[in-house]
């Protein structure tokens, strides 16, 4: 069985929109890079997390917006031969990006459900906000590596549904805080 780890940069307050820029639609966007002082050490996970990746994936807005970019980056050239997944009921095969490794368009959670049932390892989440909410509710995320940074933004996308559901169980694998107020937060879904 392969784990699903959603990965991202959340606001102490649980906004996970924009954190790269005002060009991605928040009016505070840019929040991760903008006001604070740079410690190399805090984004140590970005790094740690390459080893366990073995496919990445996308919700359908966050692949547009990451293989405009990501295929020609040196900071995410490993990333670039590995399997990607978009989910999406909307994109068709030729929206696909070529160049950027092999994509798979998967349509329904029970497409998400059969492809973790597989053989190999951990596929990771990243931006995505509400595919990751979906697939929290549905009890299909295994594990979140957050970094939290010390902002309130108030308004903006969670990753994390708001279903009415049964509560959710978390174990902490890992936490470290660092010098500029960045907490990072690595947890597993008890089963």
Known sequence: MRNLVYTGFMSLD??????????????????????????PEAWSLKGEELADTTA???????Y???????????DHADYKELPKYVVSTTLSEDDLVDGWGPTTILRSEKDIAALKEGEGGAIFIHGSAE?????????????????VFP????????????????????????????????????YDVKR
């Open 14 to 39: 649980g906004v996970v929109d924009s954190p790269g820029g005002p060009g991605e639609g928040h009016r505070s966007g840019g929040w991760v890079v903008n006001d604070l002082e740079f410690v």
């Open 56 to 62: 990445l994936m996308f919700g359908r807005r966050s």
């Open 64 to 74: 547009e917006a990451f293989s405009k970019v990501w295929p020609g980056s040196e």
């Open 131 to 147: 595919l990751a909410g979906r697939l929290s509710d549905a009890g299909l995320i295994d594990q979140y590596n957050l970094l």
């Open 151 to 186: 902002v309130l933004l108030g308004a903006g996308k969670s990753a994390f549904g708001r279903a009415d559901r049964d509560k959710q169980m978390l174990t902490l694998r890992e936490s470290q805080s660092y010098s500029n107020g960045i907490l990072k937060l690595v």
